[in-house]
């Protein structure tokens, strides 16, 4: 229904909510000195992994892709490996200092996330199963 007052104001809802997500995530990513696609790829990156398949994690376009990594390889988080099947095909390989900052921003944004859920168990239960449902039965367009 397009006039349906409670889906806006569920829309609304969740757009704040994840606004604050966001927020909590790029403040993370600002403590850590990685710009937040930096941060949201070494985030997804399980290495070692095609540049493709981040491409892919981050919706974008796989050409955005390498910018990105030319940055996590500036800093020493990442480190291209060609691969052992097809030379043409650069994995992503996190570094030592990759993997701890990976490991800081999970760390961090899990912090984060605690804050804006900070509902009793039996809510955040319900919020969860809840937001499970919409995402099982809802129309996927293409996001994962």
């Known amino acids: ?11 609304d809802l969740v757009f704040q909510v994840a606004g604050r997500l966001r927020w909590g995530f790029n403040t993370a990513a600002a403590e850590l ?7 949201m790829a070494l985030a997804n990156l399980r290495s070692p992994a095609p540049m ?3 491409a892919a994690w981050l919706h974008c376009d796989a050409s955005n892709v390498t910018g990105i990594v030319d940055g996590l390889e500036r800093r ?12 043409r095909v650069k994995h992503l390989v996190l570094t030592e200092e990759g993997e701890r900052r990976r490991e800081l921003l999970r760390v961090r944004t899990a912090e984060i996330s605690g804050a804006v859920f900070g509902l009793p168990d039996g809510d955040r239960e319900q919020l969860r199963d809840l937001l499970a449902r919409l995402l099982e039965t809802g129309p996927d367009h293409g996001c994962t």
């Open 1 to 11: 229904m397009a006039d349906d007052p409670i889906e806006k104001q569920l829309s």
């Open 33 to 39: 000195d990685l710009p937040p696609m930096q941060a």
């Open 52 to 54: 493709r398949d981040l």
């Open 76 to 87: 020493g988080l990442v480190t291209r490996q060609a691969s052992a099947t097809d030379r």
